[in-house]
């Protein structure tokens, strides 16, 4: 009877709906959470839409020169011709990335990014390079000792407007 009485109670809204005091503590906790919530994904969203509009770069820093024929015997392939990319575009590494051998025949992507005479770099000019010798030991000498990478003439004159000793260089391995 009292059931029958209760479904025949008109409830003009959802706040006549009888609550008790544990359902009143969840709802207010929720709306709580919901509250210390939304500042953490705001700023997560913001951080988000804020690393997009930067374009973070993986290469590193480092120094070029170039080196000139005769380039064998190598370390990295003794007398084999067939070492060379037929683009001309190696390189001999440096200490900094010899890694004792194991950087043979890795490739790079090289830019010139500054040098000690203003307008030797070509603007917007990168190569891709791929190591075929130690530049301690390459047969004919650097321009310059003790730089990252050893350019051969051509991969030298892809990214460089006129002749220098040595360029400040931006690199990655592909």
């Known amino acids: ?38 500042p953490v994904f705001q700023l997560v969203s913001y951080l988000l839409i804020l690393s997009q509009l ?11 020169a170039q080196y000139s024929p005769p380039y064998l015997p190598t370390a990295c392939y003794g007398d084999d ?15 900094g990335i010899w890694d004792n051998g194991a ?21 917007d000019q990168t190569i891709q390079v791929k190591i075929v ?3 301690p030991t390459a047969q004919s000498s650097p321009s310059t000792l003790s730089t990252t990478i050893v350019l051969s003439e051509t991969a030298f004159g892809g990214i460089t407007n006129m002749a ?8 990655q391995q592909v």
Do not use: W
């Open 54 to 64: 930067f374009c973070f770069s993986h290469a590193d820093v480092g120094t070029a």
């Open 133 to 135: 010798d130690y530049a």
């Open 81 to 95: 011709q067939t070492q060379f990319p037929s683009s001309n575009l190696f390189a001999a590494a440096g200490d």
């Open 1 to 38: 009877m009292q059931a029958r009485a209760l479904s025949q109670t008109k409830i003009a809204s959802l706040s006549d709906i009888p609550r008790d005091e544990h359902y009143q503590q969840e709802i207010t906790y929720f709306a709580k959470m919901q509250t210390h919530q939304r």
């Open 164 to 171: 220098a000793d040595s360029i400040n260089i931006e690199f």
């Open 103 to 123: 950087s043979c025949g890795r490739q790079y992507l090289v830019r010139c990014i500054s040098a000690s005479q203003p307008g030797t770099c070509a603007p």
